[in-house]
């Protein structure tokens, strides 16, 4: 196995990456293929992940969870993925998690925090893209309208991922029409919602059939009534609740794909070693053995630039255009590093036994989402370049 980009890992975190290691080697990848091939949820899986404690690293310890950062949550998915695992079924209880942590009341915070550390409720689901608008945020046409004691919410989302195994959301809906506010951003508002309370009042859930077991769905509101008190943060200003939830997001997608990378690495460096054809092994060959050097090389690189942007994101300094650049470029690796792997194993790469196509599938993803290459491209020209807004 090739070595990780964490290679002047702390003692703490190198504990962390071997005791998730050990954990995931109790789950082979027949388990995953298994779970591939039946559209099925890994509830085991994260049952044992979330009772150690490693979903719950970013819960504060006054609420149960082990109070790390997202240093160490990024070193836990990507170990996660490395194993031939499939973390997009539970990573969200992280970032969405810290939705609540930096903006919910304290009644909030006691109410669901400690119940997500020890695995009572499962935040897995962030309710914000929608047909007609994508990753225009601002421009989403769910609204919930102030009812009393209750916001009635109406609308559509969709991509989805997780809300059937997930007991609660933070979904985002407009408050205010976007023509009465002074800034686009304005007028959004977040929630707390009740999956299982909602269901079949007001909530309907379509499950989407898709190219990967992402567990996504199609969303329809239909007046659902969602008590005031789960409001999160303050009205209107809901979409700083979700921005403030993006870097860590693309920080920990970004420590999946060196993950994936690695993982890819290894298949296609221990498959060049032992396949011998015309009596030599493939990996002598340098055109199949630098394509893997050279993938090596950019994981690195990408691992590199997840490791400063979480350490930026916990040292609570600015870190924007690393998460973004973290996430690109590591999505980028690790899809290169997926093409070497299938092109080394040739034919068989294609066969679901040797498991390469379904991480082939899984990794393609982390290009499109949380977020598209062109719009961190688009965010680094503006935002970092200085050069005029290109949309």
Same mark, same amino acid.
């Given at each position: ?36 091939? %039946? ?16 979903? =719950? ?21 990507? *170990? ?5 695992? #499939?973390?997009?079924?539970? #990573? ?8 609540? !942590?930096?903006?919910?009341? *304290? ?73 009465? @506010?002074?800034?686009?951003? *304005? ?38 009534? @969602? ?28 420590? %999946?794909?060196?993950?994936?990378? !690695? ?9 060049? =070693?032992?396949?011998? @054809? ?66 080394? #194993? ?46």
């Amino acid at each position: 196995m090739s070595e990780a980009p964490g290679i002047g890992d702390s003692p703490e975190i190198a504990e962390i990456r071997s005791a998730v290691r050990q954990l995931c080697g109790r789950y082979g990848e027949d388990y995953w293929l298994a779970l591939d091939r %039946e559209r099925g949820y890994p509830t085991e899986f994260v049952r044992e992940l979330t009772d150690a404690g490693f979903l =719950t690293v970013l819960i504060p310890e006054e609420y149960g969870g082990a109070g790390l950062g997202v240093r160490e949550a990024a070193v836990v998915m990507e *170990e996660v993925c490395r194993s031939g695992a #499939h973390a997009g079924a539970c #990573h969200a209880q992280m970032y969405v998690m810290g939705s609540v !942590l930096r903006h919910g009341s *304290e009644a909030q915070k006691k109410q669901y925090l400690p119940a997500i550390a020890a695995g009572d409720l499962r935040l897995q689901s962030f309710g914000v893209t929608e047909p007609t608008t994508g990753t225009d945020t601002t421009s989403l046409k769910t609204v919930a309208r102030r009812d009393g004691d209750v916001y009635r919410i109406n609308g559509q989302k969709v991509w989805i991922s997780r809300i059937e195994h997930s007991d609660l959301m933070v979904l985002l809906a407009r408050t205010t029409p976007r023509d009465q @506010v002074k800034k686009k951003t *304005e007028g959004l508002s977040a929630f707390i919602v009740d999956v299982q309370a909602a269901l079949g009042n007001g909530l309907t859930v379509r499950p989407i059939e898709s190219m990967i077991n992402h567990h996504s769905c199609e969303l329809f509101f239909d007046d659902l009534e @969602v008590p005031r008190e789960n409001l999160l943060g303050e009205e209107g200003q809901g979409f700083k609740v979700i921005l403030d939830g993006m870097n860590a997001e693309r920080i920990l997608i970004a420590a %999946e794909c060196v993950g994936d990378g !690695l993982y890819f690495i290894d298949k296609a460096s221990a498959y060049a =070693t032992g396949r011998e @054809v015309f009596g030599r092994p493939i990996g002598q060959n340098q055109g199949v053995q630098f394509p893997i050097a050279r993938c090596y090389a950019e994981v690195q690189a990408a691992g590199l630039m997840v490791e400063k942007a979480a350490r930026l994101f916990d040292a609570g300094v600015p870190c924007g255009a690393e998460a973004n650049m973290a996430k690109m470029l590591a999505s980028e690796a690790s899809w290169h590093a997926g093409d070497v792997c299938m092109q080394t #194993h040739g034919g068989f790469a294609f066969a679901k036994e040797y498991h390469i196509e379904r991480k082939f599938r899984e990794t393609r993803l982390y290009q499109i989402a949380p977020i598209s290459t062109n719009l961190i491209l688009s965010y680094i020209g503006e935002h970092v370049l200085k050069m005029p807004r290109s949309f």
